[in-house]
């Protein structure tokens, strides 16, 4: 028995998402020397001879076997728990779904807010766990009106606030991210100082379960037909090339399109009714004032009943823009650019900041056009 | 803390007459069997000493016994070798959908070299009927194969009377003995069956070594081509330390029942008195007769197994949610599925499995923490998270 045995299932411990990536690793290992009693879990969230895994890929799926080594080097138990039909449900076939209406999904938010803040928190619970630990970079304070604030992690290369936007008050209260506070080279050091064989372990980028043969492929085998082509259509609706599918489209994408025009043309619509893309100049993308976002989500803020002032984040680390919230019925919200902006893909969260704190953020809803 | 091992049914520790015949077949009989010198006669020698032992061990004449990896080699060689040898009889095999995968998925391969395959569901008691096996036997059927003891549940199955439905209409009868060898009575002529498999380390032998039986007459085509080892049947070169160790293992196991049986199952039945006593809502799968002296199968209703197998683990606890799976994923157990358990109670099964170093010291200190854990657990399930 390598690892530390403890003597009563009911002291509080901390449970540790563990991919077998250095940043999980690392948060394991700061927990631990804060002297938390640490229970690390790794997730099997897909048949392994189902998907040809990206290596290094996001906080998903690692190889097991890395995260069995960093608990053994670190001396805490480990266990891999399935987690393969939540995932398949809210995350793989989510991801499907949405690209097959036309949208661009971020399948990293339901993975937080489902797989590992739900599902994974309630199995942590079962081991007596009153605390969840991830390797995200982003950090959980004390906020105003009693509620913790979300903010963004110190390091601003590696921020993940985006994709825990989502996340509950009840959730946060149950999170921990020891590595909100470090930046990717101190989380590298801490790994090279403990002898973790993962220290300089490629960084995830693509999403997990996608296999190299890119998205794609990976829609047109799961939903089972073939990917149908369908026209390209210029601003005056004249047919200008074919598409491959739609679902190798996302709104603001130049590279691919294969129409040739004196100037670069951009996606500016994805739309399954007509099974058309849309493609427009540089010039012609920059006209989005107003979105609509739905599912949305107030996590450092209660719900307002005004107008709030936003630095919205419309992308994964695309640069913020200001813009102004406005809560609509039904958990929508309307976000108004103080300059016109590129459109956002339907599907892509938006986050919405307020300096490092994340106010809220939710899904943009599509545009109708015409 | 020392660890409370109960998991004997996934594998057993090695014990220390097999670790010594182990190592010095290792270490002294190194020598090739096929070799004709002096060397290679010792080990000769050994291997063919080995394979009186564990023959006689099942009642089975020694030329009957070939070795093996392990369970679920002999189980592919039988199955496989066996209905590819008759493929000119017929192109018909049945099993129980209680069997371990390395039968159950190697008559559902067989199905893609165009062999039909009946899968005979158990009943709630977790046995096969042999009416039913009888039923699902035709003219075609060239093979039967269902288990001696189910490795989750522990339940013995009517082998006897399975073989001789089997027999009755002109098939053959393959039994899978892993978990039953060493528990009870293994014994080829009163059981009467073609085939057998055995496996060295559900019986404190070594892992990578197992037999099979294979009454004389019976036709195998072999998995693997090689020289002459094995009647030709598995060759390549003998493992000789694995083959002595099982040997031992096996002689061991056989000679001293039914005394450690009853040690076995006094332990057991004392285990489940208590959780049926102490614990509300609970259930038995897999009844108490009938049933190998050291399985035990309990589900805790409105738990998850996997929660209560990870906090007897913390508290050094070992056992299982049915059986090991690879990945060390877990998923419900097809064999509660195929007794017509429901899902959800499947989901909340245990296995406890008992073993030569188990004590009742250690009973009793499962029984000190289960009820707490199920408790705890079962508060938990009843409050929702993230609401």
Known sequence: MTNEKRTSTVKPVTVVAISGGVDSSVAAAVLKEQGRDVIGIGLQLVDPEDVCVTPGSCCGIESMEDARRVAEKLGFPFYVLNFKDVFRTFVTDYFIDSYLRGETPNPCVPCNDVIKFAELLRSARGLGATCLATGHY??????????????????????????????????LAAASFPLGGMTKPQTRAVARDLGLKVHDKQESQDICFVGVEGYAAFIEQRCGHALEPGPILDDSGAVVGEHKGLVNYTIGQRRGLGVSFPEPMYVVDVDPGSNSIAVTTAQGLKRQNRLVLDRVNYVSIAPPSAPVRVSAMTR????????????????????????????????????????DTVLAGGIAVREFRG | MDNIYLDNAATT????????AFSEALGRTYGNPSSIHTVGQEAKKLLEESRERAAGAIGSPPGNIIFTSGGTESDNLAVAGC????????????????????VLNCCKALQAEGFELTVVPANTDCIVEPERVAEAIRPETVLVSVMYANNETGTLQ?????????????????????QAAGKVEVNVEKLGVDLMSLSGHKIYGPKGVGALYIRSGTKLLPLVYGGHHEKSIRP???????????????????????????????????LAAAILENIPAVQRNGGAE??????????????????????????????????????????????????????????????????????????????????????????????????
């Not at chain 2, 493992?239 to 040997?247: D, K, M, S």
């Not at chain 2, 299982?320 to 007794?339: D, F, K, N, Q, R």
């Not at chain 2, 899902?343 to 499962?366: C, K, L, Y």
């Open chain 1, 138 to 171: 982003a950090r959980i304070e004390p906020g105003s009106g009693g509620r913790l604030a979300l903010k963004k992690g110190i390091d601003g290369n590696k921020d993940q606030s985006y994709f825990l936007y989502s996340l509950t008050q009840e959730q």
């Open chain 2, 83 to 102: 209905a590819r040898a008759y493929k000119d009889k017929g192109n018909h095999i049945v099993c129980s959908g209680i069997e371990h995968h390395a």
């Open chain 2, 236 to 270: 390549g070169t003998e493992n000789v330390p694995g083959i002595a160790a099982f040997a031992t293992a096996l002689e061991l196991a056989a000679a001293e029942l039914p005394g450690s049986a009853n040690r076995l199952r006094g332990l057991k039945e004392t």
């Open chain 2, 13 to 20: 520790p090695v014990r220390p007459e097999v670790q010594e």
């Open chain 2, 158 to 178: 009517p082998v006897r009377e399975l073989c001789a439905a089997a027999h009755e209409a002109g098939a053959l009868f393959h039994t899978d003995a892993v």
């Open chain 1, 316 to 355: 994964y680390r695309k640069a913020e823009v200001p813009a102004t919230m406005s809560p609509l019925e039904g958990g929508a919200a309307s976000l108004e650019f103080d300059d016109p902006q590129e459109p956002t893909a339907p599907g892509q969260s938006v986050v919405l900041y307020d300096g």
């Open chain 2, 290 to 387: 009938n049933s190998l002296p050291n399985v035990l199968n309990v589900s805790f209703e409105g738990v998850d197994g996997e929660s209560i197998l990870l906090n007897l683990d913390l508290l050094g606890i070992s056992v299982s949610t049915g059986s090991a799976c690879t990945s060390g994923a877990i998923e419900p157990s097809h064999v509660l599925l195929a007794m017509g358990v429901p899902p959800r109670i499947a989901q909340s099964s245990i296995r406890f499995s008992f073993g030569r170093e188990n004590t009742e010291g250690q009973v009793a200190r499962v029984l000190e923490v289960l009820p707490d854990i199920i408790r705890r657990l079962r508060d938990l399930s009843v409050k929702k998270i993230g609401e």
